[in-house]
């Protein structure tokens, strides 16, 4: 190893903390100025008062550039650069919590064995995953070890991992919940209380309300790996849409018995090493399904490597992609060997709070669906997290009916079989498509006739106003080939009429329609469309209608 390319690469993760933390310190300055103006000048709040309504319209613009501020300034110029290093990194919350990795378990043994010597304090480790969790102590022998050593050991920071936060208000707006209906959306039959049969799941989360009526009857292990009390709403949800098997209220598999695994605090925050040893033991204790109804932004080694343990022992792992409504999937959903979940609304749009992006492989009900919560409570849950549970129950389902699938194959049936979106083919926002339980469970049932209007969709490059092309898409969600099949689409009393035949199982066809953007500015354009099947029982007609209003850009 090269000497000095361990601290490198702390001091860089240094940087990106003291970048952050400056702009903290620059916020907290501006307020404090403001704070001195509004005291000792009124005339001054009166012309703020006075350009509301103006400012509100204007960019924001920093006042300086923090790389421009401290890209020649040295600290330390007496120093060398090690001395630099090592104090610009002595009291940094980076070195309070680090894992190190390790290329064999007799390399880790004898890092443990001089590890208080070498100024570190193990807090933790993995034999399954060679890796270390620890902290610096003596920052000197840290580096003097790290630049001697030849065995190509780098330290990563313990990145943070957190349920995602609940959905703001404002990206609930206008989006429609699902409340006790979404088995039925899905197409989930009734009968299926021996779903999940013989299959464990394993929900790292805040853990589980084991006393919770909804959740009588199933089978459910605990296992703590943070101590202490916390809040089980979260987790308990979750288990609720996986396994729920009371009081009407049904799972997905209520048959199946759950692992849970307590990963995150009462505050729903933990840490990526915890979560990996969680990943461990799941598959360990030979969990199929692993849900993950949590995440990060950053990724990590260590989680990663859980992630490829958990699936080399047959495991699939669903993640949730997060809530922040960006374009940047959470990690650990956005690793190629997780089922990445986002959510769609009940009128099958992807949720406006969702997550976007590289990564993001289906989608479930996310909105405003009921669920248990702990101390015998139930809510309306919404996110990413409730998605990503529908998922894993699905999976479990297919699993006990189909034993003898591989974990690729079962993955490959939900996606093969999940409804298209608004945008045709695989996207950045739905992936594969929405989860549909009826048509997975009717696959092999012939000669079932179902047409589906799946949606409207704009694409955001072209609506720059005026004339503004968009699709109206439909698909063949049944297991007989469609043929004329009459679309009728209304819009500004324009009515347009389209035949489509030969649409075998599965597939999505498209029609371009123009909208004139012009209009009564703040008035949507209202849409609507009747799918009709010529000469065929439609088994599903509640999706052959579709009413949407559109806003477009003035």
Do not use: C
């Amino acid at each position: 190893m090269r000497p000095g390319r361990v601290m490198t690469k702390l001091r860089n993760m240094f940087n990106r903390l003291l970048i952050g933390f400056g702009l903290l310190l620059f916020v907290l300055l501006g307020f404090t100025i403001w704070e001195y103006l509004n005291k000792d000048s009124s005339e001054f709040v009166q012309t703020l008062n006075s350009q509301e309504a103006t400012d509100q319209n204007e960019k924001m613009v920093p006042l300086f550039n923090p790389k421009q501020n401290l890209k020649e300034e040295t600290f330390f110029p007496e120093q060398s650069e090690r001395e630099f290093d090592l104090s610009m990194l002595m009291d940094s919350p980076i070195l309070e919590d680090l894992t190190l990795g390790f290329a064999t378990t007799q390399d880790m043994q004898a890092f443990l064995k001089e590890a208080k010597a070498n100024g570190f304090v193990v807090k933790d480790r993995s034999a399954e995953l060679k890796t270390v969790r620890l902290r610096v102590s003596d920052l000197d022998k840290a580096s003097r070890y790290f630049d001697k050593t030849d065995k190509g050991e780098e330290p990563h920071y313990n990145y943070r991992i957190r349920a995602p936060e609940l959905p703001r208000a404002e990206f609930l707006e206008g989006e429609k919940g699902f409340g006790s209906t979404a088995d039925d959306w899905m197409g989930t039959p009734q009968d299926r209380q021996d779903w999940g049969r013989g299959v464990k799941v394993a929900i790292l989360d805040s853990g589980i309300d084991q006393a919770h009526s909804n959740l009588n009857g199933v089978a459910i292990e605990e296992i703590d790996l943070i101590g202490g009390g916390s809040s089980k709403g979260h987790g308990t949800a979750i288990a609720s849409i996986i396994a729920g098997n009371d009081l009407g209220k049904w799972g997905v598999s209520p048959s199946a018995s759950l692992l849970s695994i307590r990963v995150l605090d009462g505050e729903g925050e933990g840490d990526s090493f915890t979560v990996a040893k969680g990943i461990v033991e799941a598959a360990n204790q030979g969990a199929q399904v692993i849900n993950l109804s949590l995440g990060g932004t950053e990724g990590s080694t260590v989680l990663k490597n859980a992630v490829d343990y958990a699936r080399e022992r047959g495991a699939i792992v669903v993640a949730a992609v997060g809530n922040e409504g960006v374009k940047g999937v959470s990690y650990p959903a956005k690793f190629e060997n997780v089922v990445g979940v986002t959510s769609v609304d009940a009128n099958g749009r992807q949720s406006t709070f969702a997550n976007y992006g590289d990564g993001v492989d289906i989608a479930a009900p996310g909105v405003g669906v009921f669920t248990a919560w702990e101390d015998e409570g139930f809510v309306s849950f919404s996110g990413t997290s409730t998605a990503t549970a529908f998922v894993s129950g699905a999976l479990a389902a297919e699993i006990s009916k189909n034993p003898n699938l591989s974990p690729n194959q079962t993955i490959e049936l939900l996606y093969k079989y999940s409804n298209e979106s608004e945008k045709p083919g695989f996207d950045e926002f739905t992936g594969n498509g929405i989860l549909n339980v009826g048509r997975i469970e009717n696959r092999n049932v012939p000669d079932l006739h179902d047409g589906a209007i799946v949606g409207y969709y704009f694409d955001p490059e072209e609506m720059k106003g005026g004339t503004t092309p968009f699709l109206v898409s439909v698909q063949n969600q049944g297991t007989a080939w469609l043929n004329n099949v009459s679309l009728e689409v209304e819009y500004r009393g324009v009515v347009k009429n389209y035949i489509f035949n030969n649409l075998n199982p599965g597939e999505t066809r498209s029609e371009k329609l123009f909208l004139d953007g012009s209009g009564e500015s703040g008035k949507g354009v209202r849409i609507s469309s009747q799918l009709r099947l010529g000469g065929q029982t439609d088994v599903n007609p509640e999706n052959n209608t579709r009413v949407s209003t559109i806003s477009l850009p003035d």
